[in-house]
C-alpha cells in the first residue's frame, strides 16, 4: 500500500529538495517486450514506480524515448538528451529537466521502492553529489540521489564513450548507503528488486499473493 503523505512535507523534514525520475528508456531485451507496461497487481511496473516517487516528490518526470507512451502519466515527461548512452544518458537528462538541486533516480522496473528508505537516503545527502546503496557488495546508480554538480562529470564521460554510471563516483563526493541501513526500514531488500525477466515477473507476482494471503489470514 502506499503511504498518503504530503511530497512538499517530505522535503521539508529531511531539509532537502530533491526531484524524482523514472527511467523508462530500456530496450528490455531480457524481458522480451517493454517491461515499464508489463501488469504487477493490476497496473503497470511503471505505475507503481511512480506513484511512490508522488508520495515523496513535487517533481516527478518519467525519461523516455517514447514520450507518447507515458502522456497519460500526470508528471514532467522528457526524451533522452542523448541517445544511445543508456542509463548514464538518462541520468543527465532527469538532472537537466529536474527543477531542484538534487533528483532521486530510479529505474522503471523497480516496484517494491520503500518510501521510508528513500527519506532516510534524503537526509544524509547534504553536501554530497550522490547518495548510493550498497547491497551485498554491489552499488544500486539506480536507485540513488544526484545533485546537478554531476552533470559535468556525466557530460565527459559520454563525450568518452563510456557509459557505466558509477565510473564518475570517484571524481565527486559520493556516500555508499550502507546496506544495514537499509536492511533496518527493508529487512528483504526489495527496494531494489528489478524485474528485467519474466521469470521475476512471476516471482514478484507470487510474493504479492503471498503478502495478500498472509493479511487475510490475520484478519480472519
Not at 511503471?46 to 502519466?73: K, R
Request: hydrophobic share 40%.
Amino acid at each position: 500500500m502506499i503511504e498518503k503523505r504530503n511530497p512538499k512535507e517530505d522535503a521539508e523534514h529531511a531539509g532537502i529538495a530533491c526531484s524524482g525520475a523514472v527511467l523508462a528508456g530500456g530496450e528490455s531485451r531480457r524481458f522480451g517486450q517493454d517491461k515499464a507496461h508489463a501488469v504487477l497487481a493490476g497496473k503497470p511496473l511503471v505505475s507503481h514506480v511512480v506513484e511512490t516517487l508522488q508520495v515523496l516528490f513535487e517533481d516527478v518526470l518519467i525519461v523516455t524515448n517514447e514520450p507518447v507512451a507515458y502522456e497519460h502519466f500526470d508528471v514532467t515527461v522528457v526524451s533522452d538528451i542523448v541517445r544511445g548512452a543508456g542509463s548514464l544518458g538518462g541520468l543527465l537528462t532527469a538532472l537537466v529537466h529536474a527543477k531542484e538541486e538534487r533528483c532521486f533516480v530510479v529505474a522503471c522496473d523497480m516496484p517494491f521502492l520503500n518510501p521510508t528508505l528513500i527519506r532516510r537516503m534524503l537526509g544524509r545527502c547534504k553536501g554530497l553529489d550522490v547518495v548510493v546503496p550498497s547491497v551485498q557488495g554491489d552499488l544500486q546508480p539506480l536507485h540513488a540521489i544526484y545533485s546537478r554538480r554531476c552533470i559535468g562529470h556525466i557530460q565527459e564521460r559520454i563525450a568518452e564513450g563510456e557509459f557505466r554510471i558509477f565510473d564518475f563516483y570517484p571524481e565527486v563526493l559520493t556516500l555508499r548507503f550502507e546496506e544495514r541501513l537499509c536492511l533496518e526500514v527493508d529487512p528483504e531488500n526489495r527496494s531494489f528488486a528489478n524485474i528485467n525477466t519474466q521469470e521475476a515477473l512471476a516471482r514478484a507476482r507470487r510474493w504479492i499473493e503471498g503478502l495478500e494471503q498472509r493479511n487475510d489470514d490475520r484478519q480472519g
